[in-house]
């Protein structure tokens, strides 16, 4: 058990839907915290950056214009395990094969507007923290109610 950091992007149609309060709960009622949110419209240079491994597949061009299209909420999370347990929370990427009881088995019906990315590991965490934070926008603060969770 490692306490980690992931990054997760509420995609547009997440406030276009006024859903950010119950996608956002979730997290918060697993017991993870909150150190780092905010509302932005993504640059198309940081949308490519972000998603730059999928650059060439035959979603990628929809992929940046939707994200794009309107405003996002970026978040960092922080907790034991947090990277595997919110991909986990998300569900499947493609949406056919996400969960009910997942946020992407809940909310969405087609992959390429399936309401949330996180990152899959360390090293993605990593790089999409930094990419989209600065390190003064992300609050540490103690948890006196961590043994309850
Ligand atoms: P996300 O976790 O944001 O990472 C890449 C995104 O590309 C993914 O979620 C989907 O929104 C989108 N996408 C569309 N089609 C595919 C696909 N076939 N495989 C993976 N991602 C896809």
Redesign the pocket.
């Given at each position: 058990m490692a306490i980690q950091r992931t990054f997760i992007m509420l995609k547009p149609g997440v406030l276009q839907r006024r859903i950010v309060g119950e996608i956002v709960s979730r997290f918060e009622r697993k017991g993870l915290k909150i150190i780092a949110m905010k509302i932005m419209i993504i640059p198309p240079v940081l949308a490519a950056t972000h998603?730059a491994e999928?650059k060439g597949k035959s979603?990628y061009d929809e992929?940046i214009s939707y994200i794009i299209s309107a405003p996002v909420a970026a978040m960092v999370l922080e907790g034991e395990d947090v990277i595997q347990l919110v991909r986990r929370m998300c569900g499947h990427?493609?949406v056919c094969e996400s969960l009910p009881g997942t946020i992407r088995g809940d909310y969405c019906l087609h992959?390429?507007r399936?309401i949330v990315?996180?990152s899959d590991s360390p090293e993605s965490a990593s790089r999409e923290i930094k990419l989209f934070f600065q390190p003064n926008e992300i609050v540490s603060w103690d948890d006196g109610n961590s043994a309850f969770f």
């Open positions: 998603y999928h979603f992929l990427t493609a992959t390429n399936n990315h996180s």
